[in-house]
């Protein structure tokens, strides 16, 4: 069992910027595909960006605005989230699945086997 630890959320007004981190609490050899999920009042959960050894995936309303990337010698990711729009507030969700990501399936939360408690992310305008 893996356990995924969420730090870095918090309330800013939009424009500002956040880093999402999140440790999983096993290293491992095996090809390991991670990535943030986000969840609004009222909404579904949808896909932000993951990240495995040889790609990175975004949704279309965080490109050019959300850097997802992965410290080995930390065995940490990082969601780094810059000029932040309200529409960004929601509930992040770290998520984890054994494998690579797969460019058609990525955003589909069934896929991830393990997550994160959550943290919340406020933008005010």
């Known amino acids: 069992q893996v356990q995924l630890v969420e730090s870095g959320g918090g309330s800013v007004q939009a424009g500002g910027s956040l880093t999402l981190s999140c440790a999983p609490s096993?290293?491992?050899?095996?090809?390991?595909?991670m990535g943030w999920f986000r969840q609004a009042p009222g909404k579904e959960r949808e896909g932000v960006a993951v990240i495995d050894s040889d790609s990175t995936f975004y949704t279309d309303s965080v490109k050019g605005r959300f850097t997802i990337s992965q410290d080995n010698a930390k065995n940490t990711m990082y969601l780094r989230m810059d000029n932040l729009k309200p529409e960004d507030t929601a509930m992040y969700y770290c998520a984890a699945a054994w494998g690579v990501c797969y460019e058609s399936t990525w955003s589909q939360s069934d896929n991830f086997e393990y997550w994160g408690q959550g943290t919340q992310v406020t933008i005010s305008s």
């Open positions: 096993t290293r491992t050899k095996r090809r390991f595909c």
